[in-house]
């Protein structure tokens, strides 16, 4: 125990080796011997965090099944059978500050551990029942015989007759007494009043030495030095050097098998592999959810799907126009085979890899993102995600068709898709587009209809739940119902949002959105159908852009003749 300073937390983590920086003077033994290093890390669930701890931290030469067996011991022993399933979550969402403190606990004592139990203040942020609690699991382990070393702050009365064993601190890490506790804290308050400091009879014992100690009550005596001028500092430094002496002598109480690690190399990868997979599958912070700025999530995760083109279309470029030159210089000239066939075949043989690639970018981003799981959903979105992967390929390969080497069908890319993506109803919304353009180039464009397309499969029917922070409050007139006051509003311009409190007088709570479907009528998607509709225009783009393909390539070989 101590004050704030008194260097309780340094004492710890000195005992339990885990200090890296500073100077540190003298001996850790236990039973006359060094300490062994100690290594704890969490998980995601109660249950998984024991495992975890188990099958890494007790010997390797312990079957699997003792060590899951002792995990079951464990969450009877702390009462963790109602949680052991649940998330630990974060603090102040998952488990409470009592139920952490408990897992805490058993994270370490699945461990086995042959020495001793380390917990830095743990009852700190507890109430005094959740408090009382955490430590009366402490007592349960100390009376079957596990040792348990605690730092703790000032404790409860009723807490502090649960400790066995007193070692008080003053600033500076300076001790004041080390020893027995005894009943009812006879032994400690003993030792103060007979040095002029007695507890007075309806006082907490564990406040009064804190307070006598380092507070109003020092009396400006220096309690390090009386405790080192006194016959129970002396008494104490005879029993150390002789449970030293003794225990050196005997066989160790814990066996030090030579390894630096618990478990094998090869169990600490398969272990570690299988948390960080399971903490990346349960990570959903990332996946796209129902409020109004997840409206935008969905909009942009597949605006960024759109963006695969540019890369694709780079790479198969070269290659496009390395087999037209080959076919040009011998192939043609040497009337092997007509260019039909030849475009034919260019256009054929990426198929097969172009559906490969849609299947694999469609499982890795349409279900880690948490679009709709539903088979009319997600298939829609697959068949889309399909023919897209034709149609920026066909664009690619027409503009390879007639460009006269790779440089220049590059410096050609970044005009025709940053037009093509301008104009695709995303940077610029339908109504937010200049006229002169909105008319012809919008309805023109080949990428406004897969994302138009994609956005109905995956929005439509999503339900829009608002976050309190995006909701419009405020309250209806006297002897008006939120209802009855909004109720012209929202047959008129106001169709589209949603009421959540009809019946309220006050703090009318009012979402912009209804649904998906009035998110996406604002972006010029009026109707349901529009996805299967839109869907269909783009496989009619697919073929005219392959079809252009062939005109490209049919203008090129004309124009080599004409150059020969």
Known sequence: MGSSGAGKTTLLDVLAQRKTDGTIHGSVLVDGRPLPMDVHEPLSTVREALEFSALLRKSRHTPRTEKLQYVDTIIELLQLHDIEHTLIGRPGAGLSVEQRKRLTIGVELVAKPSILI????????????????????????????????????????????????????????????????????????????????????????????????????????????????????????????????????????????GHAFAAPMWEQVKLVTQRMNFNLFRNTEYQVGNSLSDLQSHLFTIFNFIFVAPGVIAQLQPLFIDRCDIYETREKKSKMYHWAPFVTGLIVSELPYLIICAFLYFVCWYFTVGLPGEAKYAGSTFFVVVFYEFLYTGIGQMIAAYAPNAVFAALVNPLVITTLVNFSGVIAPYSQIPEFWRYWMYY????????????????????????????????????????????????GMGAETRLLNPHATVGCRVCQYRDGGSYLRTLNLKEEYYGWRNAAIVVLFCFSSYALVFLMMKLRTKATKKAT
């Open 118 to 257: 380390f917990l830095d203040e743990p009852t700190s942020g507890l109430d005094g029942q959740a408090a009382f609690n955490t430590v009366r699991f402490l007592r349960k382990l100390a009376e079957v015989g596990q040792a348990v070393l605690v730092t703790i702050h000032q404790p409860s009365a009723q807490l502090f007759a649960q400790f066995d064993t007193l070692l008080l601190l003053a600033k500076g890490g300076k001790t004041v007494y080390f020893g027995d506790i005894g009943e009812n804290a006879a032994t400690l308050k003993e030792y103060f009043e007979k040095n002029g400091a007695p507890c007075p009879p309806a006082a907490n014992p564990a406040e009064h030495m804190i307070e006598v100690v380092s507070g109003s009550l020092s009396q400006d005596q220096d309690w390090n030095q009386v405790w080192l001028n006194s016959p129970e500092y002396r008494n104490m430094s005879d029993e150390v050097d002789r449970l030293v002496g003794e225990a050196a002598a005997k066989p160790a109480g814990y066996i030090d098998d």
């Open 444 to 491: 023109l464009d080949p990428f406004n209809y897969p994302m138009s397309s994609l956005l109905v499969f995956t929005t439509w029917s999503a339900d829009v739940v608002c976050e309190t922070s995006e909701l419009a409050i405020f309250d209806a007139p006297s002897n008006q119902t939120c209802g009855q006051y909004l109720s012209a509003y929202q047959q």
